[in-house]
């Protein structure tokens, strides 16, 4: 029993730092989006401006990317 009693320790410790992990990797995914969405907006912003001579707000220019990685 206590063989036993082990194990099922063992397994609630696991899972426990399982679910720590899973949770951290989700938040790095998370600001590495978040990050990207970050860069392309700026990209987007500065193309506007030299390819079209367009003045685009960065609001705006973050606006365009969420809506273009939205739709994958």
């Known amino acids: ?9 063992a397994d609630a410790e696991i899972a426990e730092r399982l679910g720590h992990h899973d949770l951290a ?8 989006l978040a990050n990207l969405q970050n860069v ?9 401006d ?5 003045q685009v707000s960065l609001d705006s ?6 809506r273009t990685m939205a739709r994958g």
């Open 61 to 66: 220019a973050s606006d365009a990317v969420r």
């Open 1 to 9: 029993m206590a063989f036993e009693q082990q194990v099922h320790a």
């Open 40 to 48: 392309a907006a700026e990209a987007a912003q500065q193309l506007a």
């Open 25 to 32: 990797v989700a938040n790095a995914k998370a600001q590495a």
């Open 50 to 54: 030299k390819v079209a001579g367009l």
